[in-house]
């Protein structure tokens, strides 16, 4: 039988389906085509929570490791592109600065001041225009900073950072289409790597001189792995952060419950980060012949995980469409994956994102809303999901 048999649903989505109002579609295909196959993306789609696991959880069957993967074409292999005992070798080094304790000891009451300097701001802004954008304001800049201060950079300019950002993820998205790298990506490339030797060399109590001194990394692979924990972190914390904003003070009820219970914020983070995982994607390549879901699989094909699927699998979370700061089963989102690639920034990204709505608590009037009602934070993306913009005024 056709793949457009078996898979109508599949069959009938778009890439703009998929970057719009995603979810749902997602339900459509967890109902009946749980393991899908998508024209669209040239691979199958998982949307079902146990399959979905199952593929994260097995590298063996499910790799990275595979010349279609493009961020390893731009910036070189990393623990991203890698599996197995050489996956292990690129992480390990990296592992130690990025615990819990350690990163709340590190860089817990820096964040929390950072946060507050720029909701101050943002607070100004709303005095003096009577509106703002938490996005563009707070959430985008404290994403840069965070992650410039914890590799110890020893130019921490954010508009420096953001623009070899932009040169490497038009480079990847370039090789994505088929096209040649490109100088202005070589050039970014260059300047990020004269950056992380100069750190290596000149600050040595930092991150990166720490990682490099154990010495089991190249210093291409020093290079490799610092950029990409540094874009691991910036389009994903700032999305994360708009999007547990933008959940919050679009649920004037959730909203209500947080103020008067603030120990629910970080309940209301995680929740956030079932509804809306700021990265939504990830791929894998099949190494075998693999039956998943009953669906055989072959060798080489694309398996591409919806993390987003997975998070309202009903099977799991209750009405899982409802935004609900106190959910008890929050914690089983799948956010940051699990299995070897287990997201190696999410302390440092919930800490951030917890910070900033802190800080916006604490610093924006009472009476603030969102500007233009729950619907102004139009969340769109087909792999990193976020809304433009987090539109604010006063209501009343
Ligand atoms: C401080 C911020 C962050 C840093 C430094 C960071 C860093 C990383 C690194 C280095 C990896 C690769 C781990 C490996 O392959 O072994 C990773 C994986 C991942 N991260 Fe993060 N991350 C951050 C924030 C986030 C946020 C906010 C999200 C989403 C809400 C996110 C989602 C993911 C996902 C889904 C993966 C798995 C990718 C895959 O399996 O293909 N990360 N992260």
Redesign the pocket.
């Known amino acids: 039988m056709a793949a457009v048999d078996r898979f109508p649903v599949g069959a009938s989505l778009t890439l703009d389906d998929l970057a719009g109002d995603v979810h749902p579609h997602l339900a459509r295909l967890r109902a009946t085509e749980p393991v899908s196959w998508l024209p669209a993306l040239g691979g199958w789609l998982v949307t079902a929570r146990e399959p979905a696991l199952e593929v994260?959880r097995d590298a063996e069957a499910y790799t990275?490791d595979d010349p279609r993967f493009s961020t390893a074409r731009v910036v070189g292999p990393?623990?991203?592109s890698t599996d197995g005992d050489e996956?292990g070798r690129?992480?390990a080094p990296?592992a130690p600065p990025?615990q819990a304790a350690t990163v709340r000891d590190g860089f817990e009451a820096w964040t929390i001041a950072e946060a507050r300097r720029l909701a101050a701001g943002s607070a100004a802004e709303l005095a003096a225009a009577g509106q703002a954008d938490l996005r563009a304001g707070l959430a985008g800049p404290l994403?840069v900073s965070?992650?410039a201060r914890?590799l110890g950079l020893v130019d921490d300019d954010p508009h420096r950072i953001l623009g070899w950002y932009r040169a490497i993820s038009a480079g990847v998205e370039g090789v994505n289409a088929g096209r040649d790298v490109g100088d202005d990506t070589r050039r970014a490339v260059a300047d990020l790597r004269a950056e992380v030797d100069r750190t290596v060399a000149e600050a040595t109590g930092s991150m990166l001189a720490a990682v490099a001194s154990d010495g089991s990394l190249t210093a291409d692979e020093v290079f490799s792995?610092t950029a990409?924990?540094?874009f691991?972190?910036i389009e994903?914390?700032e999305?994360?952060t708009a999007n547990a904003l933008a959940h919050l003070l679009g649920a004037p009820d959730q909203l209500a419950a947080v103020r008067a219970d603030r120990s629910l914020v970080a309940g209301a983070v995680e929740e956030s980060?079932r509804m809306e995982?700021?990265?939504t994607l990830?791929?894998?390549y099949a190494t075998r012949d693999v039956v998943l879901a009953g669906v055989a699989i072959r060798s080489g094909d694309l398996v591409t995980v919806s993390?987003a699927g997975a998070n309202r699998d009903p099977a799991v979370f209750a009405d899982p469409d409802r935004y609900d700061v106190a959910r008890p089963e929050a914690h089983l989102q799948l956010?940051?994956?699990k299995?070897?690639?287990?997201?190696?920034?999410?302390h440092?990204?919930r800490l951030?994102?917890v910070a900033a709505v802190d800080a916006v608590l604490d610093l924006l009037p009472e009476d603030v809303v969102l500007d233009g009602g729950p619907s102004a934070a139009n969340v769109r993306g087909l792999v990193f999901r976020k809304p433009a913009a987090v539109p604010v005024r006063r209501g009343g």
């Open positions: 994260l990275v990393s623990m991203l996956h690129h992480r990296f990025f994403a965070v992650i914890a792995n990409v924990v540094m691991g972190a994903t914390s999305g994360m980060l995982p700021a990265a990830v791929d894998r993390l956010a940051f994956v299995g070897p690639h287990l997201c190696l920034g999410r440092l990204a951030q994102t």
